[in-house]
């Protein structure tokens, strides 16, 4: 068994991964989350301030170092990336951003501002995330999968993707849009709800264009009062048109 230093090690070196993708869907490596966990338990709280900032976590924790060769852009203006994070050469992080430990972030992705990548998050490449989208977190239990973010997807502003969710390959989510482990994702362009996964996962399928709906309760006291429910809704599946409206991203890199 390895260590927590040198889990953080191999994670920060992309060599090991709190999730896999594998012919069977996406695995999760519950030993690396256990070494997270205990190095949340064994750390103390520590002093970590710097001239400009002050900055108190367990000693376990520090903020991950950078340096040139990891061909990381990484934007002034307070973003920050936890240790045992990986962010792959040509990964840019506009200001400000955080990266929890755990997260795997894919090359050619941007993490826009005000964005977070949630502990253990594993976000594919040529991902956008959107001003102030929030990838949660999912550490414990440590067989829980983590959220998912597949290649090519596009995450428009103000979304929340939490609860193990996975976002399937050039997907779009569109401004807004939460979706998390009870969400009920309806499919417009069959008329039925989209399945959840076999371990209860919200999936949202390949290439779907998920913008945010609402259904009506249907019986009760919520009924009579005419209330409504979130309920995002795939309106298409993605064409050339889609394509284009998130083309700016690539002149962007």
Not at 210 to 224: A, D, F, M, Y
Request: net charge negative; glycine share 12%; hydrophobic share 40%.
């Amino acid at each position: 068994m390895m260590s927590f230093e040198e889990v953080v090690k191999a994670l920060e070196a992309g060599t090991v991964r709190v999730a896999e993708k594998t012919a069977e869907g996406w695995k999760v490596n519950a030993w690396v989350k256990e070494a997270i966990l205990e190095g949340f338990r064994k750390g103390k709280l520590t002093d970590m301030s710097k001239e400009d900032y002050s900055f108190f976590d367990k000693d376990t924790l520090p903020l991950k170092k950078f340096s040139l060769e990891d061909k990381v852009r990484i934007v002034p203006g307070g973003s920050s990336v936890r240790c045992g994070a990986y962010l792959a050469p040509s990964v840019i992080m506009m200001p400000p951003a955080y990266v929890n430990i755990g997260a795997y972030i894919d090359s050619g992705t941007m993490v826009d501002s005000h964005a977070l990548v949630g502990s253990c998050a594993q976000v594919g490449k040529n991902v956008h995330i959107s001003a102030a989208t929030q990838i949660g977190g999912v550490l414990e239990p440590a067989g829980a999968l983590p959220v998912i973010i597949e290649d090519n997807a596009f995450l428009g502003g103000n979304c929340g993707i939490y609860e193990g969710t996975i976002v399937g390959e050039a997907a779009v989510i569109g401004s807004g849009v939460i979706l998390t482990k009870g969400t009920a994702l309806y499919d417009a362009t069959t008329g039925e709800y989209v399945p959840k996964s076999p371990s209860g996962q919200t999936v949202v399928p390949v290439g779907a264009v998920v913008v945010p709906g609402s259904r009506p309760i249907l019986k009760g006291p919520g009924k009579e009062a005419g209330i409504h429910v979130s309920t995002p809704v795939i309106v298409k599946y993605r064409d050339g048109k889609t394509d284009a409206s998130v083309e700016l991203e690539t002149l962007l890199r």
